[in-house]
């Protein structure tokens, strides 16, 4: 089983989107930076800089293998694919 999410990140580096999976637990933060300059000949009237921080949680009903989780981030759009946990815990015992 598969869970695939989405999440629009618009004007964001990829390089600057962090992920953690823990257990059933997701979370994706990404910091965004912007900034605009108004010239008139050559000298600088307005200058903004902007810096930011998203965050956003949410919980699977099953943990996720994080070793086989996916991401990929293409036109501000992150797109995850977690694949479930599977039992790796049942094993079968031979009666002697």
Known sequence: MLFRSK??????DKKDIEI???GGQVAISAETKRSS??????????????????YRAFNLPTEVDSDKADAHYEGGVLTLTLPK???????RITVS
């Open 85 to 91: 946990k599977a039992n790796g815990s049942s094993h």
């Open 37 to 54: 300059e108004k010239k008139e000949n050559e000298h600088t009237l307005v200058s903004e800089r902007y810096v930011g921080r998203i």
């Open 20 to 22: 953690s999976v823990d």
């Open 7 to 12: 999440a629009d990140i618009p004007g964001v």
